[in-house]
Nanobody, 124 residues
Framework: QVQLVESGGGLVQTGGSLRLSCAASTRAFSRYSVGWFRQAPGKEREFVAT????????FYADSVKGRFTISRDNAKSTVYLQMNSLKPEDAAVYYC?????????????????WGQGTQVTVSS
């Protein structure tokens, strides 16, 4: 069982930045692919970004490409999501998810473990 804990959410003005962290409880973290998803009120959970295990490959949703950057520090068992140029439409609860030895996964069903989420609010 892998536990994931997100942090770093908060209130930011339009155009501002936040860095989210996803800390995992497993020592085998380097063998997990990790994704970020978000869910706004009344909407389905949607893919944001993912980073694969091994030689990491990244993939982003079109809506965040060029503004968000996903990265990982395997020594700290942590994945980060740097969010710049935030827009009101980026406001949501952000979740991280992990899959053992997964490839580039963009669907919720591809992940086994999920965190509890962290709220991001963007004021206009």
């Amino acid at each position: 069982q892998v536990q994931l804990v997100e942090s770093g959410g908060g209130l930011v003005q339009t155009g501002g930045s936040l860095r989210l962290s996803c800390a995992a409880s497993t020592r085998a973290f380097s063998r997990y692919s990790v994704g970020w998803f978000r869910q706004a009120p009344g909407k389905e959970r949607e893919f944001v970004a993912t980073i694969s295990w091994g030689v990491p490959r990244t993939f982003y949703a079109d809506s965040v490409k060029g503004r968000f950057t996903i990265s990982r520090d395997n020594a700290k068992s942590t994945v980060y999501l740097q969010m710049n140029s935030l827009k009101p439409e980026d406001a949501a609860v952000y979740y991280c998810a992990a899959a053992f030895q997964g490839a580039v996964i963009t669907t919720t069903t591809g992940y086994t473990y999920w965190g509890q989420g962290t709220q991001v609010t963007v004021s206009s």
